[in-house]
């Protein structure tokens, strides 16, 4: 029930950065708890990024994205945000973001965040 929108994506070069926005409206987005980001590119697997326990401030990330990604929440705006740093050009897709009830966040696994409320995604390409 809780409605997403992600915004912040676009095109950049190797080694730029960029902040994605995850806004939830009518509700507060720690609802759920829980917050993440994955991304998909054609012909892969759905990989899980990053994500948040809101009520703890808690974070999980990917390997691929230690200590260039930083995701984090502003409680006031309503929004979780990811900081995307050091970007390369493995980092291109389609980002989105998805609030799920529980308390163990970590976004691994098929079906973690699978009954969850999802956003439309917003592009990231990193050109070399």
């Known amino acids: 029930q809780v409605q997403l929108v992600e915004s912040g994506g676009g095109s950049v070069q190797a080694g730029g950065s960029l902040r994605l926005s995850c806004a939830a409206s009518?509700?507060?987005?720690?609802?759920?708890?829980?917050v993440a980001w994955f991304r998909q590119t054609p012909g892969k697997e759905r990989e899980g990024v990053a994500a948040?326990?809101?009520?703890?401030?808690?974070?999980y990330y990917a390997d691929s994205v230690k200590g260039r990604f930083t995701i984090s929440q502003d409680m006031r705006k309503n929004t979780v945000y990811l900081q995307m740093n050091s970007l390369k050009p493995e980092d291109t897709a389609m980002y989105y973001c998805?609030?799920?009830?529980?308390?163990?966040?970590?976004?691994?696994?098929?079906?973690?965040?699978?009954?969850?409320?999802w956003g439309q995604g917003t592009q990231v390409t990193v050109s070399s």
């Open positions: 998805a609030a799920d009830s529980g308390t163990d966040c970590r976004p691994y696994g098929d079906s973690r965040y699978a009954s969850g409320d």
């Open positions: 009518g509700v507060y987005i720690s609802i759920r708890r829980c």
């Open positions: 948040i326990y809101t009520w703890g401030s808690t974070t």
